[in-house]
Each structure stands twice: as C-alpha cells, then as structure tokens.
C-alpha cells in the first residue's frame, strides 16, 4: 500500500444565516456569514490494486456512545465521501481504487457542515492523486452538484470567513476574524435540513431585515458583542420546533451567554449551538462547566491560513 494522503477537513459554523425565498430549481437563496474552524475531520487517502473500486472506512472519534457510524462505515448511498469520488472519477475518467480512511468528529446532522467538508476533501485528493490538476471552475461545478457548503470547503486558504450566498455557489472571502474562541455544543440529536425549512414555511417564512451584502461583511470587523448577526431558523424552532430542541437550544444558548460569550448563535438549521469568545479564560471555563452536561462540547478557535 502506498503512502496515505493526509487531508484535514474543517467544520464551519454560520454566524449568520438569511433565507431570502425559493429560486427557480427549488432550493432556496441564502446569504450567510461562514466561519471555517480548527476542529474537524481526518481522512486518508491509499490507491490500491483492488477490482472491488474505492472503499470509505469511517471511524468514529467523539465521545463515547455517541457514534453516528456501524460497521465499516455508512450505506454507499448514504456516503458522500463516496459520492464525490464517484463524480470525481465521472468527470475526469480516473480509474484507480482509492481507500479512504475517515476519522469522523464532526457531528451529523450538526449544522457544522461535515459532510460538505468531507465531499471537498475528497476532491481535492482526487485531483491530487489523478494528476488532472483541474480548473477552479471545474471543481467548483462538481461541489456544487454534491451540495450547497461543499464551493465553500474548496479553498480555505482565503481566509476562514466568507459571505456565502445564492444556494451557496457565490463565495466571497472576508479574511481572518479578530482572535476569538469558540464554544461548540451539540445536543445528542441531529436537525434535518429539510424539516427545519418545511418549519420556517410554516412559520411564514423568515423575518430578518437586517443589514445586507457588503453592510453585513463589514459586521464582522466589529467586535462580536456589537455583531447584528442571526439565524432565520433559530426563533423558529424556539417557538414551534420539538420540545427537545426548543428546551435544548434555549438552555444551551443560555448558558454560553451567562458563561461570557460575547455573542452565541445556531449553526445552520441546527442542532449545534456555539458561543463566541474573546477571553480564552472564560471559553476554556464555559467547556469544563459544559461538559458537565453535554455529551459534545468543543472548545475551537477561527482556522488559521497557511501562507
């Protein structure tokens, strides 16, 4: 077996998320604040002689009792890592077996993009490893076609934030935060992103009217008390979601805030709170005290660019 490519594949939390109505395929316009952080998922990549294709080992590394995988890993259909390398090899005709080993952390169904961050992974060691050297038009199609976060996860050397919008196919950089800390908290159950929007529907629909497009990037200059960031989903489930969820949410939100965070939200359309810190002190003091009673609490900071 050859050497392994290493890839580390980052989560992201929303800082802020607007739904602004449904386009014309379907899916719905976003525009959204992302922020790329130091915590994330570990995948490894061996080409193999083998006629059996491309195979994805996932091992689960939270915490005990919390593993969202069995066996050797999901259902093929269920499994975006293959999923990508399927289209990868598509559009591209490479036909070498790969094993790809993935160390899962990134809660499912956590609103932390794991999933997406995986998929962009595997592109880019595919490209890497076929030799194709594709265009950046060419591997963005292809994550776009995969999901609506994968352009995002693309290229993080531009920095850790971005204004995202339309489905997710427009990606504006914004550089590097101030130092911050951040306090992720994910409740035990996963939100699945279509009954959290058939729920916004419902409700009405979003009702946000806060600062737009350039006015909401230059937000993230300012200091994170003063942020006028929010998420269309988050009073939707505080006011008509599943008790477990409103119960949760608005305990843990509670929390972080009484603990010293100096700005706290909902990651995509849930279920992982997070604070945002800018005393490394209280963040560390706010995880040990969560933990107490959260099965995933993790304390991060913004992903740092290599340059």
Not at 197 to 223: C, I, K, N, Q, T
Request: with cysteine; net charge negative.
């Amino acid at each position: 077996m050859e050497k392994a490519l290493h890839i580390e594949a980052p989560c992201k939390i929303n800082l802020h998320l607007h739904v602004q109505g449904r386009r014309f395929d379907g899916y719905h316009s976003l525009e959204s604040i992302f922020l790329a952080l130091n915590f994330g998922d570990t995948l490894r990549f061996f080409p193999v002689s083998s006629a059996a294709g491309d195979v994805c080992i996932v091992r689960w590394d939270g915490p005990a009792g919390e593993s969202p995988v069995s066996g050797d890993g999901f259902k093929p259909e269920e499994n975006i890592v293959l999923k990508a390398a399927a289209l990868f090899r598509a559009r591209t005709g490479f036909d070498q077996p790969v094993r790809v080993e993935l160390d899962k952390r990134i809660p499912l169904g956590g609103g932390l993009g794991g999933g997406s961050s995986d998929a962009a992974a595997v592109l880019r060691a595919f490209n890497t490893l076929a030799g194709t050297a594709l265009a950046a038009d060419a591997m963005v199609e292809m994550a776009e076609e995969l999901g609506s976060d994968v352009p995002f996860f693309l290229d993080l050397n531009r920095g850790p934030a971005a204004l995202v919008s339309g489905r997710g196919e427009y990606v504006l950089p914004l550089g590097e935060p101030p130092p911050l800390w951040v306090v992720l908290v994910n409740p035990g159950f996963s939100s699945g992103t279509a009954a959290a929007f058939r729920l916004l529907d419902e409700a009405g629909g979003p009702a946000f009217s806060g600062p737009s497009g350039e006015a909401l990037a230059a937000v993230l200059r300012e200091e994170p008390r003063k942020w006028s960031y929010s998420n269309d989903f988050l009073p939707v489930f505080l006011a008509a979601g599943a008790a477990k969820a409103r119960e949760a949410y608005s305990g843990i939100l509670r929390d972080l805030k009484v603990l010293g965070a100096e700005f706290i939200g909902l990651s995509g359309t849930g279920a992982t709170c997070f604070g945002i810190f800018t005393s490394r002190d209280q963040a560390i003091w706010a995880e040990i005290f969560l933990k107490k009673f959260w099965s995933f609490v993790q304390l991060t900071v913004p992903l740092r660019v290599q340059k």
